[in-house]
């Protein structure tokens, strides 16, 4: 392709419809690395500071994602959720065709803290706390932190937290889950979320607080989950 030096269109604006174009024909596929800063400067005879222009606004619209000492890739599509509908992790990626899969961090019995004791209106104080890195074929997405009543489901081993918690609960503990409150804001990656997410520190992610219920209208869980902000989109219909 050839940039128009005497188009009115500003030199970057050509480069970045180029790039679209690519993107959007597959040329460029998620994953695929673009040529360096350097070579698309001599390709196009135009400074880097164009192309760095072009491309940060392609990095802004998260289309491009910039990885550092690495360079820069094309993004991975974003998962769209739907919020209505009380579904597990397991459920939302076999719905999508993907293999969903956690590697477990923490696994132990706590004495809950006031606001898990509250919202799970415990009488006993204990807690299973889980803390789960949730994988969509093989690639990080969300970091849940579970806390679960833990006299409702006395004796559950670790080994629940490795396929999906819902239908364990419901199989081998015969709760029906009916609701969830579930809440969705804007945060930053720790350094801890970061490296296990797989992103930089300080990159967004969605925070969601969810406190889930028995058809009977009994609290079994509260969960904080950090979702990555660059692969999920959540959705929602709204009728009036
Ligand atoms: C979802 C839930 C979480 C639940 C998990 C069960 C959020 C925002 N939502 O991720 O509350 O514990 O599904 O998934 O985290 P599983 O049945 O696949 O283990």
Redesign the pocket.
């Known amino acids: 392709m050839k940039i128009n030096k005497k188009s009115p269109l500003p030199i970057y604006y050509q480069i970045q419809e180029m790039i679209r174009g690519k993107l959007e024909s597959g040329e460029w596929p998620p994953g695929y690395m673009l040529p360096s800063e350097r070579i698309f400067a001599e390709e196009f005879d135009v400074s880097r500071m164009t192309v760095r222009q072009a491309v940060t606004e392609l990095v802004s619209e998260q289309l491009l994602t910039r990885e550092k000492g690495k360079g820069t890739f094309v993004a991975e599509p974003k998962i769209e959720q739907m919020l209505q509908g009380l579904t ?4 939302d990626m076999k719905a999508r065709g993907m293999k ?1 899969s ?1 590697e477990l961090q923490l696994f132990q019995m706590e004495e809950a803290d006031v606001a898990t004791a509250r919202l799970l209106q415990l009488k006993g104080g204990s807690v299973y706390r889980m803390e789960r890195l ?1 994988l969509a074929d093989n690639k990080p997405m ?1 970091l ?1 932190n ?1 806390y679960l009543h833990a006299e409702m489901f006395p004796g559950l081993g670790e080994e629940a937290a490795s ?5 364990r609960l419901e199989q081998d503990y015969g709760i029906t889950i009916g609701s969830a409150d ?1 809440s969705l804001e804007a945060s930053l990656a720790s350094e801890r979320e970061a490296e296990l997410l797989g992103i930089v520190p300080g990159a967004p992610v969605l925070l ?1 607080s ?1 406190t ?1 219920y028995t058809a009977d209208g009994e609290p079994f ?1 509260h ?1 904080i ?1 950090s979702y990555r902000g660059d692969r999920y989109k959540f959705r929602i219909h709204m009728p009036r």
Do not use: L
Not at 88 to 91: A, Y
């Open positions: 597990s992790f397991t459920e969903a956690s949730r969300a849940e579970s396929g999906s918690i819902y239908k579930q969601i969810r889930t869980e969960v989950s």
